[in-house]
């Protein structure tokens, strides 16, 4: 049988911290799609996968997640962006999306999570 729960995309080049927020989003009752490590692979995801939201590094190496935010855009699925810099960078492009400061705790993400339309609950 299908899993019913919302899936959700997680775009972070960094291993451990892609992990952390893995095991929150499980722990708040999402399927996680990815973790995408890179631009390229996360756009492929973005574009191709059946996801209802996603939580997005704005800085992945030397680029920038902005073209995954367009596709999601593009298909009506809500995101987040989680960055250590906070709104700086992201308002410019983005004025209107949920930003997510780095460090984070599970309450948090899932209050972003919800701001920005995405709840576990079907």
């Known amino acids: 049988m299908a ?9 972070e080049d960094e291993m ?9 989003l499980i ?3 999402f399927d996680v799609v990815g973790p995408a ?6 756009l492929l995801l973005a574009d191709r996968e059946a996801i209802d ?7 992945l190496g030397s680029e920038k997640s902005f073209p ?9 699925i809500p995101f987040c ?7 700086m960078g992201v308002s410019d492009v983005f004025p209107n999306a949920i930003v ?15 701001d920005a339309g995405v709840d576990a609950t079907p």
């Open 3 to 11: 899993s019913t729960k919302k899936r959700v995309l997680v775009v």
């Open 81 to 87: 962006f989680a960055t250590g810099y906070g709104k």
């Open 27 to 29: 722990d708040l009752g």
């Open 37 to 42: 490590m890179r631009l390229e692979v996360a």
């Open 68 to 76: 995954v935010a367009e596709v999601l855009r593009a298909r009506g």
């Open 100 to 114: 997510l400061p780095k460090p984070f705790e599970v309450h948090r993400l899932q209050k972003a999570m919800r």
């Open 53 to 59: 939201g996603a939580v997005l590094d704005v800085n």
């Open 16 to 24: 451990m911290v892609a992990m952390m927020i893995e095991d929150m």
